[in-house]
């Protein structure tokens, strides 16, 4: 499995074989946020842009918008999250994921960071 | 990510006395009112406002403030700003009051305790740096005002809250809904008042800041007693339909408009005994026989989404009719719930009203306040 790559906005892009993107908010992001209720997903076939707010997650309080880290067409996306929202905040990186795209400009995957280059960026926020 | 809400960030401001137990409880902070606030705990949210539902909850709210009123003339001098009755507030009796302004708008909601040689007002934190110059201003002259700024304020809520707090001095399980005393507790002397902010039977304890850290350690020893975060609070006392100052109510709403008027008694009333005499008397005495034009109503939006605050809401025509002041997710009802102002016409019928979320219309029903019912200790007729 390749590793996952990181936007400075807090979401992460997993490249998988079928050529396709999973997307989704890191750890960091579910616990500023807090326990997510709901979340808002883009319809299938959606062409979106890189940075365009195209999801969003609400805490109980608060909502944010999820900024798509590459361009691309949307090809699915998390439905049970509108039943269990909580996965986001329990599994943010795995069953939490929000949608999968078939990016259209793959090379804006390599302006992404890699885990080391997050956990750094993180730090340097706290 | 991006937040669209003023709720998280990098916490500032002034610490409370208890700042080093919220450290050490792993809390996340925000900035409230030139507060650095516990937001929450590990536990998060939801589960913080569903414990202090089913057990108690631990609340630090040494933000608020606290202000003394001393002197012969005290009560007759509070009146003067206020359409509630506090000449006839008895002795360890506490109650809800508006300070009204010269239009009939709230410049703040305060609760108002007869402490017997003075009078105790607790008032809100993002509030309290208008409301003192207000009040020596206008009543310097009248009564001696002090603020009480070495005091912390935890509240203790839910329905194990009595049970925890009858162990820091014998009888305080027997308190009367807001009745107030004042317990020695280790030494330290508190003020002890039946009351809250979450609908649920509980306290709110004043203690000399020294001793505020060991009185929350004692607290939270017992069973069933955790911290509870500003988070929960929000949601808390949205669920009990309760105002946030600011939100719900502010300069520009009446206490008519915002359903307070239980606070406007008929003895201060128009042809009460000492009627009128407040800012804004001949405004709400006008709007009291015209009818408010406006009303708070609770709201129910259709789905999982909250609707937030300044969400317009529309009629079936597409006109706005009103728009939403608080809104959040109800952990107790797992639904979103909002509370917000409608135009008096809409607020009296059964018409059907929408709200636009990210370009969609959402419907939303009306229904009664409060969402969850109250479970307060009641032992007399006092609202």
């Known amino acids: 499995m390749s590793e996952l ?122 | 990510m991006t937040q669209t809400s003023a709720d998280e960030g990098i916490a500032d401001g002034r610490r409370t006395p208890l700042h080093e137990l919220h450290v050490q409880a792993e809390a996340q902070f925000t900035e409230f009112a030139g507060w650095q606030m516990a937001l929450r705990y590990p536990e998060g949210t939801l589960r913080e406002h569903l414990h202090t539902r089913a057990h108690a909850g631990l609340f630090d709210i040494s933000h608020m403030g606290q202000i003394a009123l001393r002197g012969a003339r005290r009560a007759a001098a509070l009146e003067a700003l206020t359409p509630a009755d506090v000449i006839d507030l008895p002795a360890g009796r506490q109650r809800y009051a508006l300070l009204t302004n010269r239009g009939g708008g709230i410049i703040d909601d305060i609760v108002v305790a007869n402490m017997g040689a003075e009078l105790l007002l607790v008032v809100n934190a993002a509030r309290t740096a208008t409301v003192l110059p207000y009040l020596v201003e206008e009543i310097g002259s009248a009564c001696e005002i002090r603020h009480l700024d070495d005091l912390a304020l935890l509240a203790v809520q839910g329905p194990e809250a009595a049970a925890a707090v009858e162990t820091l001095a014998a009888g305080l399980g027997d308190l009367p809904f807001q009745s107030v005393c004042t317990p020695e507790i280790d030494g330290a002397p508190c003020r002890v008042s039946r009351s809250g902010y979450t609908g649920e039977d509980g306290y709110e304890i004043a203690v000399p800041a020294p001793d505020a850290c060991d009185l929350a350690r004692r607290l939270l020893a017992q069973e069933g007693v955790r911290w509870i975060g500003l988070g929960a609070r929000d949601s808390l006392r949205l669920e009990a339909g309760l105002c946030l100052y600011g939100h719900d109510i502010d300069d520009t709403t009446t206490p008519l408009a915002a359903g ?111 969402f969850v019912p109250h479970r307060y200790q009641r032992k007399s007729n006092e609202p």
């Open chain 1, 5 to 126: 790559k990181y936007s400075r906005d807090h979401e992460w892009l997993h490249m998988e074989p079928d050529g396709t993107a999973t997307i989704g908010i890191t750890d960091y992001a579910q616990k500023e946020l807090g326990d997510v209720v709901y979340v808002e997903l883009p319809e299938v076939g959606r062409e979106v842009r890189q940075g365009e707010e195209a999801a969003v997650v609400e805490s109980v309080k608060a909502a944010s918008e999820v900024r798509m880290p590459v361009a691309g067409t949307v090809v699915a996306v998390n439905t049970a999250l509108a039943e269990h929202p909580e996965t986001v905040n329990v599994d943010p990186s795995g069953d939490g994921w929000f949608l999968k795209l078939k990016p259209s400009s793959p090379d804006q995957i390599t302006g992404l960071m890699s885990e080391a280059e997050y956990q750094a960026y993180v730090a340097g926020i706290k």
């Open chain 2, 260 to 370: 307070l008027g239980w606070t406007w008694p008929t003895v201060r009333r128009p042809g009460g005994a000492r009627a009128g005499g407040f800012p804004g008397a001949g405004e709400l005495a006008d709007e009291l026989a015209a009818g408010s034009a406006t009303r708070r109503v609770g709201l129910l939006p259709e789905g999982r989404a909250p609707l937030r605050e300044n969400t317009g809401l529309l009629d079936e025509d597409g006109n706005i009719v009103g728009r939403i002041t608080s809104g959040l997710f109800s952990p107790t009802l797992g639904r979103p719930i909002a509370m917000g102002y409608l135009r008096a016409d809409h607020a009296a019928a059964a018409t059907t009203l929408r709200a636009m979320l990210r370009g969609r219309a959402l419907t939303v029903a009306r229904a009664a306040l409060p």
